[in-house]
């Protein structure tokens, strides 16, 4: 359960303090469920599940964030259409750390192409995307610490525990095969629309789990 009421100290003269309550204006509250730790320390939050570890700071953001009665709460004092977006975002964080921790995170890219195959391999820590619209150079893609990469006949499945890390990988490697100044259009998109360009689409994000 959330504090609805803070007490705050201000001094008011040698010997004299005066104190304030008052309760927070946005909040926002996400349910730790059985099987997971999570510790807060100010604002630095670290998450234990049956999958992994991770850890993230938000001391830098305006807000304010407790472990209380098996709920992470977020909230700020400020009345502004930023600071109560933000503190959405924090929970959505915080649950996304949670859910990575216990389900895992997966995204699913589909190998396009009309006259030239790519051949694509993971290479130490890299992805290598080869003869790309039979190019003779190497596209290179690297592979962040906590993202397992697997590449099948038409498909690259991208996995980790941290959804910031394994999106952000996922979009990498479909930026570096962008054709500026062109249109691509999805594989999986809608009916009826036109060839698809060649290159490497992201097509379903799921649980791992």
């Known amino acids: 359960m959330l504090s609805t009421l803070h007490c705050t100290k201000f001094l008011n003269g040698p010997g004299i303090a005066l104190f304030m309550t008052y309760a ?10 059985e099987g997971v730790t999570v510790q807060v320390s100010g604002n630095k939050v670290s998450v234990k599940g049956p999958l992994g570890s991770l850890e993230r ?6 807000i304010i964030i407790e472990k ?6 977020v909230y700020s004092y400020f009345a502004d259409r930023k600071s109560k977006a933000m503190v959405g975002t924090v929970a959505g964080h915080i649950n996304n750390m949670i859910l990575g921790a ?8 589909k190998v396009v ?11 130490g820590k890299q ?4 003869n790309f619209l039979g190019r ?23 996995e980790g525990i941290d959804k910031e890390l394994v999106s952000h990988f996922a979009a990498n490697v479909e930026m570096a095969t962008t054709l500026r100044g062109k249109d691509r259009i999805s594989p999986h998109g809608r009916e009826g629309t036109p060839g698809v360009l060649d290159g490497i689409y992201v097509y379903a994000s799921e649980f791992s789990k």
């Not at 927070?24 to 469920?33: D, F, G, L, Q, T």
């Not at 992805?127 to 080869?130: A, G, K, N, P, R």
């Open 24 to 33: 927070p204006i946005a909040s926002a509250a996400v349910k730790v469920p």
């Open 57 to 62: 700071d938000f001391s830098s953001l305006p």
């Open 68 to 73: 209380l009665d098996g709920e992470v709460n």
């Open 102 to 109: 216990t389900r895992g995170w997966r995204y699913k890219l």
């Open 113 to 123: 192409f009309s006259h030239f195959p790519m051949n694509i391999k993971v290479q």
């Open 127 to 130: 992805l290598v995307i080869e």
């Open 136 to 158: 003779k150079s190497k596209i290179i893609v690297p592979v962040p610490d906590g993202v397992k990469v697997q590449v099948t006949k038409d498909d690259i499945i991208v």
